[in-house]
């Protein structure tokens, strides 16, 4: 189905993610599912926490206990698979690779986004804007826990 | 005549690639390019490249461009811009159309490296206006600043739809759905998931099966297939869309090389006709060697690992041996390995066996 729709099943976007206990800092869920011949992940961590290997072509594998949710490969994906993911105060924070106009601005309210591209039911608030030299903008969001597994990317302003 | 040590055909990835190792090897080297800039189709890729730092993965390909042009500044490069190479003669002379000038150019060594043009497709009223390739709309738009219109379907989901869709979309364009004839997605499936997080619809096992409009386009009749890519009856449905983009392959820019009679072999892995060549890059015809998507369409990552090979293999058959010959030849083909060895590289490695078993 993932390769006719684009879409990965709850279960493919699950095995991505660390326990929730883990997600108290914040955490790098790399969405590659295929192999394909890159490895700007591995080769740009300062931590050494992203290993794919010399074969460049195998899925990239992460250890969540040397990751520090940097949010370095997030900006260098070329595949924007990557975003960073953590749980505060009850709330869901995620940074997000983002590349159309206009930019978000901090304080905003925007729609959340699922895989499917559907619009989610509750907002996401903006808690940072960091446009990077290489024109990918880093775009850190709250929203409510339970669209933890769901939230993708922002929508529209609101 | 112009008399040079090496004459190179085509300004994109590979031929850049291929003109910085000759010339660090010590050739005098004539670089033609047919349009008024170099990059080849690099200088409209927006988007971060894949594979591994030596071919510049997470670096955009307008960016890359830049620095392959800049690499060939400081060395002993010629280049000749908005010139077309018309012809290619037996003892290796080339003639030139710039301007209003038609010129001869003779080499000891000439690497073709022409790349590809995009494949058409056949349906009803496919000569509307409001129907382009994907890669004219790129030129258009990212080059030239033109949106090909509001509303725009495109057809094929390889990675040159994807990126494309991608891009219209970053120039606010509403890409109203993704047609694709197989029944899976063609390209690396984190392009699909980054359009379908935008709202794009991605129809597989479904074609265009016509387009309509008075002068323009207006919509198109799309038709499901079945999985024997017959069209299933009663299954059109109708888009509005005031665009609709072609991506559909690319096939190799051999004819120069079939004008000098090289052998040649249609490979269908590899996009169409291309030269048969040895281990070093060398055509049949003796001193003409061939890199990039010309002999085999593939990523620009590999046509600028391709295009270093031929430098060097063309520098050394001319008796220029480059100083670092033995850790280069070993580290590019190391590379190529690398790139191709994954389940992506399936149909590259399908297609270069059957040029390899030719030659033999």
């Known amino acids: ?158 | 005549m112009i008399e040079k040590d090496l004459v190179i055909v085509g300004g994109g990835p590979a031929g850049l690639s291929a003109a910085k190792v000759a010339s660090e090897a010590g050739m005098e080297v004539a670089l033609f390019e047919r349009s008024f800039q170099l990059g080849g189709q690099l200088v409209k890729q927006t988007h971060k490249f894949f594979g591994s730092q030596s071919q510049y993965a997470k670096t955009r390909g307008i960016e890359i461009a830049r620095i392959l042009i800049e690499e060939i500044k400081n060395e002993s490069v010629e280049v000749f811009l908005s010139a077309t190479v018309v012809g290619l003669y037996k003892d290796n002379i080339i003639t030139v159309y710039q301007g209003n000038k038609y010129f001869k150019v003779k080499a000891k060594a000439i690497v073709i490296a022409t790349g590809a043009s995009e494949k058409f497709l056949a349906f009803e009223n496919n000569d509307l206006p409001g129907i382009y390739g994907a890669g004219a709309v790129q030129t258009l738009m990212n080059i030239h600043g033109v949106l090909p219109g509001k509303e725009v379907v495109m057809v094929g989901s390889g990675n040159i739809g994807l990126i494309v869709s991608y891009q219209l979309i970053q120039a606010g364009v509403k890409v109203k759905a993704l047609i694709e004839a197989s029944s899976k997605i063609g390209g690396y499936m984190v392009h699909a998931s980054k359009l379908k997080r935008l709202g794009v619809d991605i129809i597989t096992s479904s074609t265009v099966k016509r387009a309509v409009g008075d002068r323009k386009l207006e919509k198109i009749i799309t038709v499901k297939l079945d999985d024997k890519w017959q069209e299933i009856p009663g299954s059109e449905e109708e888009i509005i869309c005031d665009a609709l983009c072609i991506s559909v392959g690319l096939s190799p820019m051999h004819q120069l090389l079939s004008m000098g009679e090289a052998n040649m072999l249609y490979v269908n892995e590899l996009g169409g006709l291309v030269p048969i060549k040895t281990c070093d890059y060398e055509t049949s015809l003796n001193n003409v060697f061939a890199c990039g998507d010309v002999t085999g369409i593939e990523e620009a990552s590999s046509a600028m690992v391709e295009g270093k090979i031929a430098g060097l293999m063309a520098a050394k058959h001319s008796g220029y041996i480059h100083p670092d010959y033995d850790s280069l030849e070993t580290s590019l083909n190391n590379q190529l390995c690398v790139l191709r060895q994954g389940p992506c590289g399936e149909k590259i490695r399908c297609g270069l066996k059957k040029v390899g078993e030719e030659r033999v």
């Not at chain 1, 949010?71 to 997000?96: D, E, S, T």
């Not at chain 1, 905003?108 to 903006?126: A, H």
């Open chain 1, 1 to 158: 189905m993932f390769e006719k729709t684009g879409v990965a099943t709850p279960e493919m976007v699950r095995s991505k993610f660390p326990d929730k206990s883990v997600l108290v800092r914040p955490k790098a869920i790399i969405e590659c599912y295929r192999e394909i011949p890159c490895n700007p992940c591995e080769t740009s961590c300062p931590f050494d926490a992203i290993h794919i290997g010399d074969d460049i072509n195998k899925i990239p594998s992460i250890d969540f206990n040397r990751c520090t949710g940097c949010g370095i490969c997030a900006a260098v994906c070329p595949g924007l698979a990557i975003m960073i993911a953590m749980i505060k105060n009850g709330k869901a924070y995620f940074k997000i690779p983002y590349e159309l106009l206009p930019l978000p601005k901090v304080g905003e309210r925007w729609t959340g986004v699922n895989r499917r591209g559907e619009t989610l039911e509750k907002p996401c608030l903006i808690e940072n804007v960091q446009v990077k030299k290489d024109r990918t903008t880093i775009v850190t969001i709250s929203i409510e826990q339970p669209y933890l597994y769901e939230f993708i990317t922002i929508g529209e302003r609101l």
